[in-house]
């Protein structure tokens, strides 16, 4: 079975400064797909950036950037320059061929100005 | 270019009832998948359509059902409603079944 693990409930930053979100999951797929979801107050999901596990090159999307360890089936999410828009729940999470999206519990972060 | 519509966005059932939810996918995509978040944790995976076919399911038991029209629009189905079904249902929708999805705002069904 696949499981994702966020294990940071809680998370803040200042404005403009940097932070790292965790992510781990557990799988025996070789092929498969890794997401950061956002979910703001207003509780539409947005995809924030997306990492296919046979590219070795980290994605990265503005001030979005992940760190994506293979081996150590790690995944986690660094955001650069942070804003107050940033503030929301972060999603992490895995998709295996046949189309099975597994979700994390979520990171809550706070940017505070 | 319209985005992913669901409705309604409130909804309250007794224990027992059944319940439909709806979802409108954006234009030009032929892939639908709807979830379960329960209040404080992330979303679960239900099922999706492609093509108006289930192609995948996860672990939910058979009293969920869907359904995928020709315009790519969907339906959740919830039959005999548990007190554990209260939850925001989420419906996203893509391109094709590896690509970006696309969500809803999603429904609030609050089973009493």
């Known amino acids: 079975a696949q499981t994702v693990t966020q294990s940071q409930p809680e998370m803040s930053v200042q404005e403009a400064e940097t932070v790292t979100l965790s992510c781990t999951y557990d799988?025996?797929?070789?092929?498969?797909?890794l997401f950061w979801y956002k979910q703001p107050p207003s509780r539409q999901m947005i995809l924030v950036i997306r990492q296919e596990a046979y590219k070795q090159q980290n994605a990265t999307e503005n001030r979005f950037s992940v760190n994506f360890q293979k081996a150590a089936k790690s995944f986690s999410l660094k955001i650069s320059d942070s804003q107050l828009g940033d503030t929301a729940m972060y999603f992490c999470?895995?998709?295996?061929?046949?189309?099975?999206?597994?979700f994390g519990t979520g990171t809550s972060l706070t940017v505070i100005p | 270019e319209t985005g992913v519509t669901q409705s309604p966005t409130h909804l309250i059932k007794t224990r027992g009832q059944q319940v439909t939810l709806r979802c409108s996918s954006q234009s030009g995509h032929n892939t639908v998948s709807w979830y379960q978040q329960a209040l404080g944790q992330g979303p679960q995976f239900i099922f999706q359509y492609y093509r108006e076919e289930e192609n995948g399911r996860g672990n939910f038991p058979p009293r969920f059902s869907g359904l995928q029209f020709p315009n790519y629009s969907s339906e959740l189905n919830v039959n005999a409603l548990e007190l554990d079904d209260s939850a925001l249902y989420l419906c996203?929708?893509?391109?094709?079944?590896?690509?970006?999805?696309?969500f809803g705002p999603g429904t609030r069904l609050t089973v009493l």
């Open positions: 999470a895995f998709m295996k061929p046949g189309n099975q999206f597994y």
């Open positions: 996203a929708s893509s391109t094709g079944r590896y690509n970006e999805q696309f």
């Open positions: 799988t025996s797929e070789s092929n498969y797909y």
